[in-house]
């Protein structure tokens, strides 16, 4: 129902920044938890940061706090990632995620979310 698009991936050299954007068609935006995962080489795929359809709440990974900030604009059909003191362990392919379930609080599992984008790379050197 709907469609996720990731754009803004590159390369950056540790304590840089990015900002990632997820661009979403199909249905009504607004009515969608949305969330930023990643996942390294060899490793499962992580939660990163959550955003309430409302954009009144947010949750962040301990790995982010203080660093990595989400946002969402519902008239653009947009979320977003800014990330800054970029660190090489953040290096990954960055996934948006969509969430219709209504459950009460941060969604911070990958089996919370029915629809996904197809990824963006983020490579961080030292």
């Known amino acids: 129902q709907v469609q996720l698009v990731e754009s803004g991936g590159g390369l950056v050299q540790a304590g840089g920044s990015l900002r990632l954007s997820c661009v979403a068609s199909?249905?009504?935006?607004?009515?969608?938890?949305m969330g930023w995962f990643r996942q390294a080489p060899g490793k499962e795929r992580e939660f990163v940061l959550y955003?309430?359809?409302?954009?009144?709440?947010?949750y962040y990974s301990d790995s982010v706090k203080g660093r990595f900030t989400i946002s969402r604009d519902n008239a653009k059909n947009t979320v977003y990632l800014q990330m800054n003191s970029l660190k090489p362990e953040d290096t990954a392919v960055y996934y948006c995620?969509?969430?219709?379930?209504?459950?009460?609080?941060?969604?911070?599992?990958?089996?919370?979310?029915?629809?996904w984008g197809q990824g963006t790379q983020v490579t961080v050197s030292s």
């Open positions: 995620a969509a969430g219709s379930y209504v459950l009460g609080r941060p969604q911070v599992s990958e089996y919370e979310y029915d629809y």
């Open positions: 955003i309430s359809r409302s954009n009144g709440r947010t």
């Open positions: 199909g249905r009504t935006f607004s009515n969608y938890a």
